[in-house]
Nanobody, 117 residues
């Protein structure tokens, strides 16, 4: 069973930066696509960034040019570098892992990111 643990969230002022980490266990990390999603109160969970097992990346429109997803297969960890943060980025950020494109994600418990204006 895949287990994921997010860390790195917190409170930051607008314009600031944070780096989220997600460390996993219980699977062959290198063979999985990894994603960061976020959910604000009263809203659906939206894609922030995804990185495939081969290293290809894809970003949500609202974060392009500001956020960067990366992975370290030697550490079973995926990162999300967030720059130029805006109050609209405030949400719980979830890390997900999936083996195949048609698979469902396995999720972590999330980490809160709050951006003050």
């Amino acid at each position: 069973q895949v287990q994921l643990v997010e860390s790195g969230g917190g409170l930051v002022q607008a314009g600031g930066s944070l780096r989220l980490s997600c460390t996993t266990s219980g699977h062959t990390f290198g063979g999985y696509a990894m994603g960061w999603y976020r959910q604000a109160p009263g809203k659906q969970r939206d894609k922030v960034a995804v990185i495939t097992s081969g290293g290809r990346t894809n970003y949500g429109d609202s974060v392009k040019g500001r956020f960067t997803i990366s992975r370290d297969n030697t550490k079973n960890t995926v990162y999300l570098e967030m720059n130029s943060l805006e109050p609209e980025d405030t949400a719980v950020y979830y890390c997900g892992a999936k083996r195949f494109s048609y698979s469902d994600y396995s999720w972590g418990r999330g980490t809160q990111v709050t951006v003050s204006s």
